[in-house]
């Protein structure tokens, strides 16, 4: 699956390490602001083909798409540094928009992202319009809140 699929690497990545030991073969490394081929699997996770020709799989924030099918597409639509948003834009045209979720309460003053769970304080991400989270990149609607932060 993923034919059709090429990505720009925004950052070298290389295979996770337990104990320093590299996992992966010698040489696998996706090397920032290069363009790779990559595959998918039916879920939408993306594997970039290293100079290898190994498959090396890249997280949100270590790429962007260059090119994918519509399909692919969707399934990165809630990550905004994915550059999906923009292709997808191009298919759609300007009525394309992404879908927000409104973070989960968990304390007086911290939210956690609901797909990631990555912790956020309210004033923080407020203040800095943080409109999606810094891990995972899902959007994030405030909306409810706004009013609360004036009480903080």
């Known amino acids: 699956m993923g034919e059709g699929i090429r990505i720009r690497m925004l950052r ?13 073969n010698p040489g696998t490394i996706s090397r920032a602001g290069k363009i790779y081929e990559a595959y998918s699997n039916e879920n939408g996770a993306i594997s970039a083909v290293c100079e290898n020709s190994v498959l090396l799989g890249v997280k949100p924030g270590e790429f962007e798409f260059v090119e994918a099918p519509e399909w ?3 399934s990165w639509i809630n990550y905004p540094i994915s550059g999906a948003e923009n292709l997808l834009k191009k298919v759609w045209g300007q009525s394309f928009e992404p879908i927000a979720m409104k973070p989960i309460r968990n304390c007086e003053k911290r939210f956690n992202c609901p797909r990631c769970s990555e912790i956020h304080t309210y004033r923080m991400s407020y203040m800095l319009r943080m409109d999606y989270c810094f891990k995972c990149g899902q959007w994030l609607d405030w909306s409810d809140y706004d009013e609360w932060i004036t009480k903080y």
């Open 12 to 24: 070298d990545v290389r295979p996770d390490t337990i104990g320093g030991i590299h996992l992966g």
């Open 72 to 74: 692919v597409l969707r």
